[in-house]
């Protein structure tokens, strides 16, 4: 209690130490606002809820950072990661999720669930349960009084490279015919078809999009922090509290509310210690879980 | 008909009674099934019977093997003390104190989780479908989490327990008849409950909870009885699991939300949700399955239960009951008229 207390006057005391945990916490949100979008665009579109959206984003990290070990620069490991986890997402959707999308929403949580273990324990069985980094040689900037803020120009690389793919996603969403297409089934599957959309090609599309996204994310994170094959859940559970938050189809929202979870839990980090991090995570789902709750509440209706 | 069923009943219970003296090399893997069985069943009580998929049932087998643990240190030891000893030196049980300690942990674990039960059900029954299972699970895992940061109750260390205090197959024995003794019970309730008109407005919340308001039942208080009492039973058979380990730990043994708490839900789909039997078949099923592949697998065996899970949920969601229910009707009391509609229907 006392270490909480002295952690939480340490913020009041030495204001720049906001500032610290605020840029790690953005740069860190920024990530989870990727993998958070993926999980909306399937949820919106194809109204499945991925619990293996966050294994899908360690599985990229270890493409990145398996083929950065064969000698590839570690940068070209973000699109190799895209692509090679597009195939793996086009495959999952042709094996479980394509016969699941009919069914009662409970069934696709579970199906991906049985997915997220699959995927993590083939990855403990193939690159085994230490945690892995690839190891960047770029120098740190140094901003502040006595150089308190550090920020490694590798994180910066990777939040721009999360961004430029973000947008890139964003513009392909809005002018190509498959973005169209795709939001069109996302509104009305059913006119979708009859206007000559076909929506099984969508949802495909739709799914190793999503992967591919995940991926690239996963290859940004093994560049500026850690991976390990149990990680996944927990990035998971960040996406289900970031679309929860911010509701589906809604761009500004989910990007607004993975910064701020990035932000919330590097505070938290910073308060209660280290070893409560992933408690964090998971507490800030119920959290929003609580508050949407009381707000359809108010407008006697349940959250469904 | 009914002299049939009273015959089988006894026969099952007798093999029930039989089976570790049959079995004598077998006694842990068949108290580990009962312990499925029972999970299972109560798992089925919200999931099936209620509607309401929960992911999380595994904090009450958690929090159950945790109580149990402190009430039954605490009547001998200064808790704190003990778990920061670490098992060291301050082991010593007379038998009048561990058998205390089981029989209150046992009891302690159970009203704890049935309290639990209704303040978290309080909070989390507003939510439906899978809003509910998702905050289930972040339930599980942040108490996982939260405990293994707790030095009071050992941390991630997790606290080990004083060894049963006589020979050792007839502590096997003990804990055999315990989950055996928590499971037949539960059956007979569940059996009872099921037929009750509780049974019937748990049922009515399954199908459409908005008519089943309409007709005047208190749907919240429904939920909240039933998850408690699944909390009971499953707090229970936590407490029997934290003795018969003696040793555990907080997010592997106590909180294992993807073995144990994913476990449940396999064995009642693959048995078929919403009947009474399927959550046992589909436990014995699943826990032979999972027994005689293990060793064969090395290494492999839990991508082969993912893929379990996977192919249950996507293909064979009906379960053995279900399927069973769609071949022979007959059995299952309902009488099918042979005309075009149902012969048109068969597959």
């Known amino acids: 209690m006392d270490q909480i207390l002295s952690n939480i006057g340490l913020l009041f005391e030495f204001p720049i130490v906001n500032l610290k945990i605020l840029i790690d916490g953005l740069m860190i949100g920024a990530l989870f606002a990727l993998a958070a979008y993926g999980l909306a665009l399937v949820w919106g579109v194809m109204n499945v809820k991925n619990l293996a959206q966050g294994d899908f984003v360690i599985c990229g990290g270890y493409v990145a950072w398996y083929l950065a070990g064969l000698g590839l620069p570690p940068l070209m490991g973000v699109p190799a990661a895209f692509i090679i986890m597009w195939g793996i997402g086009w495959v999952c959707y042709k094996v479980v999720i394509s016969r699941v999308i009919e069914r009662d929403l409970f069934t696709s949580l579970l199906a991906t669930f049985g997915l997220a273990i699959m995927i993590a324990q083939i990855l403990n069985l193939l690159f085994g349960s230490d945690t892995q980094s690839i190891k960047l040689e770029y120098a740190t900037l140094y901003f502040g009084e006595n150089d308190f803020i550090d920020v490694p120009i590798a994180k910066l690389i990777g939040v721009c490279m999360a961004a430029v793919l973000a947008i890139g996603v964003i513009i392909f969403m809005k002018r190509s015919r498959m973005g169209q297409a795709i939001r069109a089934t996302a509104q009305d599957a059913r006119a979708a078809r009859v206007l000559g959309i076909d929506t099984e090609k969508v949802y495909a599309f739709t799914f190793s999009l999503n992967s591919a996204i995940c991926g690239a994310a996963g290859a940004i994170i093994v560049m500026v922090w850690l991976i390990q094959p149990f990680y996944g859940i927990t990035y998971a559970i960040r996406s289900f509290v970031i679309v929860t938050a911010a509701g589906l189809g809604n761009l500004p929202g989910v990007i607004a509310a993975g910064l701020g979870i990035g932000a919330l839990e590097q505070y938290g980090a910073h308060i209660f210690g280290i070893g409560y991090q992933q408690a964090i995570a998971v507490l800030l789902l119920l959290l929003v879980l609580v508050i949407r709750l009381i707000q359809q509440r108010r407008k006697r209706q349940s959250l469904q | ?347």
Request: glycine share 14%.
């Open chain 2, 1 to 347: 008909m009914t002299a049939l069923k009273v015959i089988l009943y006894i026969v099952l219970l007798a093999f029930t009674v039989a089976a570790p003296f049959l079995f004598p090399d077998f006694r842990t893997q068949l108290a580990t099934l009962w312990l499925m069985i029972v999970v299972s069943l109560t798992w089925d009580m919200t999931g099936g019977q209620m509607g309401y998929n929960s992911l999380g049932n595994i904090f009450f087998y958690g929090t159950g093997m945790y109580v149990a643990a402190v009430i039954s240190i605490g009547l001998v030891y200064d808790v704190a003390e003990y778990t920061s000893a670490a098992g060291g030196g301050m082991n010593d049980f007379t038998p009048v104190q561990y058998f205390t300690g089981v029989g209150l942990g046992m009891l302690g674990a159970g009203i704890f989780c049935a309290l639990c039960a209704l303040i978290l059900g309080y909070i989390l029954f507003g939510l439906r479908g899978p809003y509910f299972a998702i905050g289930t699970l972040g339930v599980a895992i942040a108490a996982g989490e939260l405990v293994s940061n707790w030095e009071w109750v050992g941390g991630g260390q997790g606290i080990t327990l004083p060894v049963y205090p006589a020979d050792l197959d007839e502590g096997k024995l003990f804990f055999y008849f315990l989950f055996a003794g928590t499971g037949v019970i539960l059956f007979i309730f569940l059996r009872w409950l099921y037929g009750t008109r509780f049974g019937a407005a748990i049922n009515a919340i399954r199908d459409d909870e908005e008519k089943a308001e309409a007709m005047g039942i208190h749907t919240m208080r429904y939920k909240l009885v039933t998850w408690s009492m699944a909390g009971f039973f499953v707090g229970i058979v936590g407490a029997i699991s934290a003795f018969q380990l003696i040793s555990f730990e907080p997010l592997e043994s106590a909180y294992q939300t993807i073995n144990l708490g994913i476990f449940m839900v396999v064995c009642v789909l693959l048995g078929g949700k919403g009947t009474l039997w399927g959550p046992v078949i589909g436990a014995i099923v699943f826990h032979v399955f999972k027994e005689v592949t293990w060793n064969y697998l090395l290494g492999w065996q839990w991508v082969a239960l993912g893929a379990l899970i996977v192919v249950t949920v996507v293909y064979f969601q009906d379960g053995i009951m279900g399927w069973l229910a769609h071949r022979k009707p007959e059995w299952f009391g309902v009488r099918v008229e042979k005309n075009d509609a149902t012969e048109g229907a068969d597959r």
